[in-house]
């Protein structure tokens, strides 16, 4: 017997594991169970399987890996003793699950299981079936299933109908076959059995309006017998929780009921009555109650409308909502958010206890009455609830911020009264939490600054001061930046005043100064440097003053590494030192962006742009591309007849930041590429394909134009057709540059013979062929020669492999090898090298055999293959 | 319908896990390191639901052990609590007081127990005395069997002596 198998009983290795005191320790003593365990199962070991099983399960809690066990719990299934059996199921439950295809093999012993004479065996089977079963074991054992669903014992009914539920959830098709029998579980006095055949007439409802329909008719009444019953029921102590008898029966009833009441008038009216007793009798303050009474809440909000009824839930809710309980809190907002629909009258009324709610300690209640309110907001309200929020927003929660942030941007954009209201808000949330606010979010505040033309002014220096105290918040600077580039001058000569603005002094050199503070700090990113770089440029000519001092600041940038802002840099700086003449046309004021075209864009569906592959790939002469493309319009300085700057909103960003300036970077051919300005690595792979991705942009700015409704936003979409359409040319010529350099040999054996070891007394050869089409898969024929002059039995060849190869050995053609070359036995390998053209091919090899009878061993490294192998 | 069923230490440990719904071994590992940090952080005020991956995890501490259980969003809340209960009394009933170490070194028995409760992710049983009688018969089963066995390999043994 071996050592090992005897073991440790499960008491004494829980107790050793437990008395670790490093990890490493523990480690340790699961190794050795873990070994112990496998020598057992390699044994066949009958006596200790059970055990084994209780080990390798507390192992498997612990995180360690157990499948070496999974084909002992089937051979436990399969035995015949209720033990054996009883730990089988728990293991596979505990170590499988349904997508392992061993469990495929289990199917026959619950069968025969789920047909024992011993009730408490078919019960195993059956909870193993409900537990873990997979679409085809419900297929096949549906039929059981459903017979069992008469079987003379409750509890074998019970597992019975809760397995049928999930059989159904795998394979509703089966549904119909369950109704008749579920039906008739309905009237079972049992509460076991009634509450499983209540929760599944519930998935039979939820999955077929034919068993709806027959539910509704023919049990209604009964159930609302039922529930009436139970309520009125005298105490019994079996049942009883805080004076309720069985408040889990109660709840599922209400939850069936809810179902069938749903869309009837009929069946919502006989059960009136009812829901009002549970409504108005339950005891509040205990937590049973409270769940009957939150399930009755949701059945009156859900079945037809009830006047009466409806008052006396929301009433309840209001209840729950001042409650001190946390869990009670909490399922008041999230019952209100669900009575919304129903009366968002009655829960308007509730706002300031909701409001409150925003800022509870707890963040599961803040997240549920954050939502509330964003469903609460409408246009007599937004001003007051957002005011709230946004003061609530300078001392929430950090993780809090983020989906605060959201809601407060979504709620302004959706109802602001008037834009300067709008401006305001948001650029106190920028100011805030301007690193939580998402990009589309900035981009609308752009697009709306743009087009009210009487409040830029008024918005750049509002942004001014707001940089001055919240410079880290990235996308308040990038705003800031933008504006700055755009309305730097009324900022200086306080132009467009407005009465309620204090005048305040800036300076031409403090406006560079924001500029600069924001390209030089470190934290940051590329875009806001991009953005930055572009206001520059466009201050240089506001601002002749501080031309120079603008000068030196690209000039320092002509050397960043970020190929982007280089590049840039490169560009601006010949725009400001050799084009005098243009470069104040070249950065006049952005056209207005194109609110409808933007707002269009967020909402609409997916892009026409599908026929990118398709583009005409104009390239005119100086890389300008006429046809309607915006950004080439307002750049096509050469051009005499300009078209009207009708820029889309789409497009703006690449506006923004792609200041394009395609008669500089044209001869570069590498200008091209910068189109998105965050995108470094498009620019990287796009460099070599200056005209694709010349074609896709126009087409999508075609497109843009046309149909406002094109979709996702800008920058995504055009992002990636850009992408694919611009690596494709590169990126197949490299892989053809490959492919095709391998000679076309492939088909026939290339390779010479080896002879990978050779010893006194064995020489083994290796033939190497390849299959065409797979160069990284090498098959070996591997010879074997006998030199000596006795007869070798039992002959055994193995070899293993480093872990970039991986080896398959086909069965040898024998294990005798006669003596002296009067015959050979050989066996195929198959290697794949997945390194295949960087390493090539080593293998370590034992050969065994018996001479005489005594065992004998030969091991060895063979690295002389060919190369390329 | 409830997903699954998970016991964690205060330290973390892994007490019991029941999976209703099919997850691989990867992604229960995962499961468990992220809802133990999440459940165990919370302050012991708070309202024992966490929204996580848009299911709903009900959790209880019971002295050192945290009973989670993982629902979907429409399920009943207070009810699932009260599942928690029900299951924690029974155990409290077998065991005579339960505590952590008897679901270490019993933690089949919490298995069994919890097979007689829960089934399919679905509630199989209130009623806690029928659900001690049944595990007490499944009990007898397994002693006669193990009898049965003693006997034979004594008539096993005298026979080949």
């Not at chain 1, 390699?42 to 066990?69: V, W």
Request: aromatic share 6%; net charge neutral; with cysteine.
């Amino acid at each position: 017997m071996n050592p090992f198998s005897s073991g440790t009983r499960l008491r004494d290795m829980i107790r050793a594991i437990r008395a670790c005191k490093t990890a490493a320790e523990e480690r340790g003593v699961v190794r050795k169970e873990c070994a112990a365990i496998r020598a057992s199962i390699n044994e066949n070991d009958q006596d200790y399987r059970h055990r084994n099983m209780a080990k390798l399960m507390f192992i498997h809690m612990l995180g360690y890996p157990t499948h070496f066990g999974q084909m002992e719990c089937l051979k436990l299934i399969a035995s015949p003793g209720f033990p054996e059996k009883r730990i089988g199921y728990l293991g596979l439950m505990l170590l499988l699950d349904e997508r392992q295809e061993v469990l495929m093999l289990v199917t026959n012993s619950l069968k025969q299981d789920l047909n024992h004479t011993n009730q408490y065996i078919v019960g195993l089977a059956l909870c193993a079936l409900g537990n873990i079963c997979s679409a085809e074991m419900a297929r096949d054992l549906a039929p059981e299933v459903e017979r069992l669903l008469q079987f003379r014992d409750p509890n074998i009914r019970k597992k019975a109908a809760l397995c049928s539920i999930r059989i159904i959830k795998k394979v509703p098709d089966l549904a119909e076959n369950f109704i008749n029998p579920a039906t008739s579980l309905l009237r079972e006095k049992h509460h076991g059995v009634l509450i499983t055949g209540v929760q599944l007439c519930t998935d039979l409802c939820k999955t077929s309006t034919e068993a709806l329909e027959h539910i509704r008719k023919k049990c209604t009444d009964g159930l609302v017998r039922s529930l009436r019953d139970l309520a009125n029921s005298p105490y019994s102590p079996e049942y009883d929780i805080a004076g309720i008898t069985d408040p889990f029966l109660h709840i599922r009833l209400l939850k069936l009921l809810r179902v069938l009441g749903e869309g009837d008038a009929d069946a919502s009216d006989s059960m009136n009555d009812i829901l009002a007793q549970v409504a108005t009798k339950t005891e509040s303050n205990k937590v049973a109650g409270n769940a009957i009474l939150y399930e009755c809440v949701q059945t009156i909000m859900s079945i037809e409308d009830n006047g009466g009824l409806r008052v006396l839930a929301i009433n309840i809710l209001g209840r729950f909502l001042s409650n001190r309980d946390n869990n009670i809190r909490y399922v008041a907002l999230n019952m209100l958010m669900r009575a919304v629909t129903a009366d968002a009258q009655a829960v308007q009324r509730h706002r300031a206890t909701i409001l409150e709610c925003v800022k509870d300690l707890d963040a599961s209640i803040r997240k549920r009455a954050l939502e509330l309110v964003y469903v609460l907001v409408n246009e007599t309200n937004v001003k007051p609830l957002v005011k709230e929020l946004v003061d609530y927003l300078e001392v929430s929660d950090l993780d809090f911020r983020e989906d605060l942030t959201t809601k407060i941007c979504s709620i302004v954009a959706k109802f602001s009264p008037e834009k300067i209201w709008y401006i305001d808000q948001m650029l106190k949330v920028l100011s805030e939490a301007g690193n939580f606010v998402k990009d589309e979010v900035w981009y609308a505040l752009i697009v709306v600054v743009s087009n009210a033309s009487e409040l830029h002014g008024y918005t750049v220096r509002a942004l001014y001061r707001a940089f001055q105290t919240s410079a880290e918040q990235e996308t308040l600077v990038r705003v800031t930046v933008w504006c700055i580039g755009e309305y730097g001058d009324m900022l200086v000569n306080n132009i467009g005043m407005l009465d309620i603005e204090d005048p305040i002094t800036v300076t031409e050199s403090d406006a560079v100064d924001v500029v600069e503070i924001a390209i030089k700090r470190h934290a940051s990113d590329l875009t806001t440097k991009a953005m930055a770089l572009v206001a520059l440029l466009k201050l240089s000519s506001r601002f002749p003053s501080c031309s120079e001092r603008i000068g030196e600041i690209i000039v320092q940038f002509k050397g960043n590494l970020v190929l982007e802002l280089q590049q840039r840099a490169i560009e601006f700086n010949s725009v400001i030192s050799k084009h005098q003449n243009i470069r104040s046309t070249l950065v006049e004021r952005m056209p207005v962006l194109d609110e409808a075209t933007f707002i269009g864009r967020r909402a609409g569906s997916l892009p026409g742009a599908a026929s990118t592959a398709t583009a005409p790939s104009v390239s005119l002469p100086n890389g300008l591309a006429k046809p309607a493309a915006p950004l080439v319009d307002l750049l096509d300085l050469s051009s005499d007849d300009p078209v009207a700057p009708s820029s889309s909103g789409g497009d703006f960003l690449q506006d923004l930041l792609g200041v394009d300036l395609s008669p500089a970077s044209q001869q570069s051919g590498a200008g091209q590429a910068s189109k998105s300005g965050t995108d470094v690595l498009l620019d990287l792979l796009s460099i070599g394909s200056p005209v694709q991705s010349n074609s896709v942009d126009i087409l999508s700015s075609n497109t843009s134009n046309k149909a406002p409704v094109s979709p996702l936003d800008d920058l995504s979409s055009l992002s990636l057709s850009s992408r694919s359409a611009s690596n494709a040319g590169p990126v197949i010529d490299l892989l053809g540059g490959i492919s095709s350099s391998p000679p076309t040999e492939n088909n026939g054996p290339v390779y010479p013979s080896v002879t990978a070891f050779e010893s006194s007394s064995l020489r083994l050869t290796f033939n190497f062929t390849k299959q065409p089409g797979n160069p990284q898969t090498t098959v070996i024929q591997a010879t074997f020669t006998n030199l000596s002059s006795n007869t070798y039995t039992d002959f055994v060849f193995q070899a293993a492999v480093p872990k970039f190869l991986q080896l398959h050995l086909d069965p040898a053609s024998g294990n005798t090898l006669p003596a002296t070359g009067n015959g050979s036995i050989t066996q195929t390998l198959r290697v794949t090298n997945s390194q295949h053209g960087k390493k090539s091919l080593v293998m370590r090899i034992r050969i065994a055999y018996k001479i005489n009878g005594k065992d004998t061993l030969e091991e060895g490294q063979i690295s002389n293959f060919p190369r390329d192998l | 319908m409830i997903h699954f069923v998970l016991l964690i230490s205060r330290q973390g440990k892994v007490r019991l896990t029941k999976w209703y719904s099919p997850y691989s071994q990867k992604e229960r590992s995962k499961v468990i390191r992220e809802l133990s940090g999440l459940v165990i952080s919370r302050g012991p005020k708070l309202c024992n639901f966490v929204e996580w991956r848009g299911l709903k995890v009900v959790y209880k501490r019971y002295a050192s052990l945290y009973f989670c259980i993982c629902n979907d969003q429409e399920d009943n809340e207070l009810e699932t609590l009260s599942i928690i209960h029900h299951y924690v009394e029974t155990l409290d009933r077998y065991f005579g007081s339960v505590c952590e170490l008897d679901l270490i070194f019993n933690f089949h028995k919490a298995y069994f127990i919890l097979d007689e409760v829960l089934l399919a992710g679905m509630l199989q049983e209130t009623s806690k005395r029928t659900t001690l009688r049944l595990i007490a018969a499944q009990e007898e089963l397994v002693e006669a069997a193990k009898e049965e066995a003693s006997s034979l390999s004594n008539i096993i043994a005298q026979a080949t002596k």
